[in-house]
């Protein structure tokens, strides 16, 4: 059957297609880059992937020659081609080649013609379906292109009326063709008297140079665009009215102008903004110089201030590192101020990042407020602590960020030295108050001075009365062999010691072994190199010295002279009490002795009567012990038989001074009667005063235990 003969045929000719696939398309491929150029915008990758899909469908409808598959394998061509943008005669470019290359791969025999006809049938019938599917297309992408345009038009219309700028489009001849609201209501045409409006009217201006029509024309002529021009057109009234114009030329798709697209603004008031802003400028411009000026000065006068300071003051940023410091500064630290600028403020203070200037200037940053008396230590050049007081406070910008930290810190040696000093002289005035023999604190005051200088001797040497020579009245040294004192006193003449005392001056001594005086005699083997001594002064009068000795050289060179001689002053106010003490206390001893020593009664009182010592021997006459006696009145103890008597004996005494061998009767502590007779004297003080009254008893008889009741009997 012939239906069935061509079955057969379109079969062998799929199979034959199929088989031929990979070679077809290799040279389709190859061959297609030189005759259809629109292959060349494609990756070789893609057009092998669509070159694959159309084959597959040309070999389907190979076999089945329905028109279903022809239409299939058409508008699938189609699509693709059009998606890269082919034309059409290069579409049917792509398909002759395709069709030969086919052709050329049905091997020769009885059966190629028909196999060939076959394939021209098939390609025949493809290309008329490939014109029809084109065709529809074509008019599908018409219709679509229409609807764009027919919207882009009505947006384009929206947004020319909406703008605030006036629109002109013209033809070559600038006859206008378009136009917006704003260009109406600024030219003062209606819409009907703007369209169509020929030249010279409404861009012909006063001035050749600056009107519209010139513009235009330059537009049209060079067919390049025209920017930020200014220009006058002709409003309906022909009154002429300044504008900022834009001219474009309008070019056809094939870049051929066929017009113009001005876009205007009206410039009046910007020309009025532009007075005013003239007029402001010239005003901001004074005021800029005027507060440029004061800025300066100020500048100036804070520059002369930090110049001046005597606190040093740095500027940081927030990460710590030193943007700019003063003269002060770079003094204090023993530096050139330039040399300060990228130091992380850390590295300046003693403890490093762990400083409390560190910790304070991370809490002004982090917080934004300020730390004020923060007190530490900075390192100078040689590396030596610098005690300082510092305030922190925030440097913020206009809109009140934290951008760095200013710290003003202050020299606090002196501070703190004074400090020290005043609590040293505190300490030992309270030491010497709580004592009278100044041998038994001599240590502690040593230990105290010891806060303001080091020094491994310090001692005291008193003139020894009646004589030109000095005593080591106390002594303190750091070790045993700093103890030692000279065998003999301490001359006046040869000595550093008379050197002070005749001058009344302080002397230093830097190293003993060059100084030939007394004192290196003892000083030097004890390992004594440097000498200090003060004058003790009491009553105007210098009475000896205040000594320090030290094992190294010049071991005394920069000293507080001023606190060394207010505690000089002390110490020696202090040594003239502890003198008087031992005397007082030696004149105490002697004094009980001395009545020890008197075989009879002695009774001591004041001047009102009232017993302030007595003997052992009056103890044995009275019946009373001495603590029961002392701080009584003797007529409480003796109990006179005549009191009136006795009042007159003591007023005697006190007038005429003394009274000798009287008796008086009184009783014992027992109630037996007891008879003395006793002298009494006053004692005067070196004033020639009336101190006390010293009575000795004698001839004391006392009764016997009967005699009291034989006088009852």
């Given at each position: 059957m012939p239906s069935a003969v061509e079955d057969v045929r379109r079969e062998a000719l799929g199979k034959l297609l199929s088989r031929a696939k990979r070679d077809v398309l290799a040279e389709w491929q190859a061959r297609r880059t030189a005759d259809v150029p629109a292959t060349r915008r494609l990756s070789s990758q893609d057009l092998r992937r669509e070159d694959s899909e159309l084959f597959d469908l040309m070999v389907e409808a190979a076999r089945t020659g329905l028109t279903e598959g022809l239409s299939r394998f058409a508008t699938t061509v189609i699509e693709r081609r059009f998606q890269h943008q082919f034309l059409a005669e290069e579409i049917l470019a792509e398909t002759t080649l395709l069709r030969r290359l086919c052709e050329e791969r049905i091997p020769q025999g009885d059966r190629r013609a028909e196999l060939v006809g076959l394939l021209s049938d098939i390609f025949d019938a493809h290309v008329q379906e490939l014109f029809r599917v084109a065709t529809e297309f074509l008019l599908l992408r018409v219709d679509q292109r229409t609807s764009q345009l027919e919207r882009f038009y009505s947006f384009s219309e929206v947004i020319l009326n909406t703008m605030e700028d006036g629109v002109l489009v013209t033809d070559l001849q600038g006859r206008v063709v378009k136009t917006n609201r704003a260009a109406q209501e600024l030219l003062r045409y209606a819409e009907d008297e703007l369209l169509g409006l020929a030249p010279p009217y409404p861009f012909c201006g006063p001035s050749q140079e600056i009107c519209g029509r010139s513009i235009v024309d330059e537009c049209l002529r060079d067919g390049r665009a025209v920017h930020h021009a200014e220009a006058v057109f002709q409003t309906r009234d022909r009154q002429p009215r300044p504008f900022h114009v834009t001219a474009v030329p309008v070019r056809n798709h094939m870049d051929e102008v066929t017009g113009t697209l001005v876009v205007f603004r009206d410039l009046r008031e910007t020309k009025n903004l532009v007075a005013e802003l003239r007029l402001s400028k010239a005003s901001l411009e004074e005021r800029v110089i005027e507060r440029t000026r004061r800025i300066e000065d100020e500048k100036a006068r804070l520059e002369r201030i930090l110049r001046n300071l005597f606190d040093m003051v740095f500027i940081l940023d927030v990460e710590g590192l030193v943007i700019e410091a003063n003269e002060a500064a770079g003094l204090a630290l023993g530096v050139e101020t330039s040399r300060l600028a990228g130091r992380p403020f850390g590295e300046l203070a003693a403890d490093g990042d762990e400083s409390a200037m560190e910790r304070a200037r991370r809490r002004?940053?982090?917080?934004?407020?300020?730390?004020?008396?923060?007190?530490?230590?900075?390192?100078?050049?040689?590396?030596?602590?610098?005690?300082?007081?510092?305030?922190?406070?925030?440097?913020?910008?206009?809109?009140?960020?934290?951008?760095?930290?200013?710290?003003?810190?202050?020299?606090?040696?002196?501070?703190?030295?004074?400090?020290?000093?005043?609590?040293?002289?505190?300490?030992?005035?309270?030491?010497?108050a709580g004592t009278l023999d100044l041998r038994t604190r001599f240590d502690a005051i040593a230990e105290e001075l010891r806060r303001l200088f080091d020094f491994d001797r310090m001692s005291v040497a008193v003139e020894i009365p009646g004589t030109r020579s000095f005593d080591v009245f106390a002594v303190v040294g750091r070790s045993q062999e700093h103890l030692a004192v000279p065998k003999r006193p301490i001359p006046l003449d040869g000595s550093l010691v008379g050197i002070v005392v005749r001058e009344n001056r302080i002397v230093r001594v830097p190293d003993l072994l060059q100084k030939d005086c007394f004192e290196s005699g003892f000083l030097v083997p004890a390992g004594i190199r440097a000498t200090l001594a003060l004058p003790l002064v009491a009553n105007g009068r210098v009475f000896g010295t205040l000594n320090f000795g030290s094992r190294r050289v010049d071991g005394f060179e920069s000293l507080p002279e001023d606190t060394l001689k207010e505690i000089a002053g002390q110490l020696a106010v202090a040594v003239t009490n502890s003198r008087i003490h031992s005397a007082t206390a030696y004149a105490a001893e002697l004094h009980s002795a001395v009545?020890?020593?008197?075989?009879?009664?002695?009774?001591?009182?004041?001047l009102s009567g009232c017993i302030l010592h007595v003997n052992a021997h009056a103890e044995a006459v009275s019946g009373y012990a001495s603590e029961e006696m002392v701080g009584r009145s003797w007529v409480a103890v003796t109990r006179p038989v005549d009191l009136e008597e006795a009042r007159r004996v003591h007023e005697e005494i006190l007038s005429a001074g003394w009274v000798a061998r009287r008796r008086i009767t009184g009783l014992h502590r027992d109630g037996r009667r007891l008879t003395v007779e006793f002298s009494s004297g006053l004692v005067r003080d070196p004033q020639g005063r009336p101190h006390e009254i010293i009575t000795i008893l004698r001839e004391a008889h006392v009764e016997s235990a009967e005699a009291p009741e034989e006088r009852a009997a």
């Open positions: 002004c940053v982090s917080r934004g407020e300020s730390v004020p008396d923060v007190e530490d230590r900075l390192l100078d050049s040689s590396l030596g602590p610098l005690a300082v007081a510092a305030n922190f406070a925030p440097l913020r910008d206009a809109e009140g960020a934290v951008q760095g930290v200013v710290c003003v810190a202050r020299d606090i040696r002196e501070r703190l030295a004074f400090e020290t000093r005043q609590s040293v002289t505190a300490n030992i005035n309270r030491i010497l009545l020890s020593a008197i075989p009879d009664p002695v009774l001591i009182t004041d």
